[in-house]
């Protein structure tokens, strides 16, 4: 069984994930960490060395790579994974469950407002600045997250709910 999680940065995806995987005794993988560890080199070292083209031909090549493996998977991508290249249709045909995370705006301006330090893509916007910035970003991802086989509303949940209902899903 291979299941992939995908959604905005700070939807959960690693947190349901790994609390996922543990649940089913299965192998969690974070699609960031498996290309930063076979790199060697962090995500924001290879943008900036070897440029976005590099790093999303990188990203497509790692993810069929995950996706092929004989064995479970739950699989955290990273938010702009599915809208890149054919990965989308890689993740739909490789796995046996997609799914979307799908968070508001204002819940997830909260959260990333909390942990902008960690998060590169925003770091150096202002919170005022936040909202329109994510909106503009999930107005163009949200076509490929919407080709998940299946879309969770996490707005009011949390993580061990979430977790739950993706159980009952499989």
Known sequence: MKVVLLGY???GKSTVG???ARQLGVE????????????KKSIK???SEKGEIFFRKLEH?????VLEKDKSIILSTGGGTPCYGNNMKTILKQSDHSIYLNLS?????DRISKEKENRPLVRNISD???PEFIG???????PYYLQAKHILDCNDASAETVTQHIKKLL
Not at 105 to 109: A, C, G
């Open 136 to 142: 503009k970003h999930l107005f163009e991802r949200r």
């Open 105 to 109: 705006i204002p819940k997830l301006v």
């Open 9 to 11: 940065m700070a939807s």
């Open 18 to 20: 790994r609390l996922l």
């Open 61 to 65: 090549q790692m993810l069929r790579e």
């Open 128 to 130: 005022e600045e936040l």
């Open 45 to 47: 070292d290879i943008f």
């Open 28 to 39: 969690f993988i974070d699609l960031d960490d498996y290309i930063e560890a076979n790199q």
